[in-house]
């Protein structure tokens, strides 16, 4: 059983129901856009109601939660893990209905000056680190209220000058390639950095997590089940006038309503530019022993580099919270991935006011077509996990039976909503 935390989303309650609708729909021919956890649960929600059909560019569905496997053991694209980021117990339950998990845990730390530390960082670094001194004046300083003006200026009001050097400047430089002053101080605060000095619980622990019984394909082999997916089919355009999407093959697929987990700007032909995304390039390598590192007599599951000299940002040990310690491929070795920053993957969404802006014109856009929806990490461009994803696509569901018949202001307010204005 899965054991999460109960709490109430405000936004939620804005929802109205309407199931009389869904009749209209039921004879309507959908074509989604990527088979990624995004358009493989709408499939799976909207199948009932709809002739569904997906288009996919790779090979098998997934998208950036694939599971991979070398010599037996199976790694992600950076760590994938269940957990409950919204507190929504609905759409846990959904993901479980599909996959079965263990339950675990994941441990972190930052390696500094050659040191195993508290990640996020802890007051203890200080003395790890040997300048307890220094910091600790620092922190008698700290106002009360941190100035939000961007980034640098909040998290140097929560831990001090000297910890923002040591552990999110150079990071924050090396992973997206932009001065921390031009990045939201909402940045820091929904990735929580900078809450941790007193508190010595890691990153993961707070919440109820957990890991697939299997892996991440299983998820959606059932997802997908008896459902249209058409594999090798990159949409390379939408004809959003007539109604088709055009493949790079040259093939043309009429839709009555189209739901696109691409990247909003790709959908609607650049008009206003490109969003920036950043992300990392990763390698994954056997190490011949239990794990990669240990820290509090613990494995790591995820140690980061902040320090430049470093080309890594993160390496990753899927053994440490996979519990799949006892299979026999995994004694006496463990399986990592060496994560290094890349401005060619499009992964998390750039977090600076230039690009929300490019966002906020872009769903103004999508808000006036009423024959498409724009959905998923890229579609909203939101920095999504499964369960996130899957609050989203319920408050899409409610929605789903009127979003036609929307006028162009409802329907921002029901991307807006669907969106959500909850941390990860
Ligand atoms: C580094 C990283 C770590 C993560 N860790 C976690 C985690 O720990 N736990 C968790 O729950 N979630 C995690 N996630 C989130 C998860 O992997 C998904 O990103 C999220 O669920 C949203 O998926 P999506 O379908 O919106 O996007 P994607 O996964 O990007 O899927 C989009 C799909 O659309 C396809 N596509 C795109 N353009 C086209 C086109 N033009 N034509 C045809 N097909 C197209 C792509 O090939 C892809 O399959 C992580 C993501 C990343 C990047």
Redesign the pocket.
Known sequence: MFRTQKCVSPDLIKIKINHKNITKVMKKKIVI????????SLARLFNDQAQIIV????KR?????KSYYKEGMVY????????N?HCSDEAIAFILKHIDCVETGLTSASYVKGKFTYYPPHQKNAEILGIKEIVEEEWKNLPHIPNEENFETYLIDKVGKTFYEIYFKDFTEKFWGIPPKTMSAEWAKMRHLGESLKDEKMFFNKRWCAYPKSDWNELFKNLLQGINVVYD????KVDLDKKEVI?DSGTTISYDMLIS???ID?LFGYPYGKLKYS??EIEPVILERDYYGEFNSKPISMTYFPEKDHIQARITDYKSFQKKETLETYQGRTIITI?KPSHK????PSNDSENAKLLEKYLELAATHKDVIT?????LYKY??????TEMALRLQKYFPDWQELNVASRLDAYNIVRGNWNN
Do not use: N
């Open positions: 856009i990527g088979a990624g956890y995004a358009g493989a288009l996919e560019s790779a569905p997934g998208g950036l939660c992600e694209y950076g760590p994938h893990i269940l957990a980021h089919a990159l949409v390379s493949l987990t691409m990247s790709k992300g990392y994560e993957q499009e992964f998390y959905f998923g990490r890229k579609g999504l996990t499964t369960d996130t994803t």
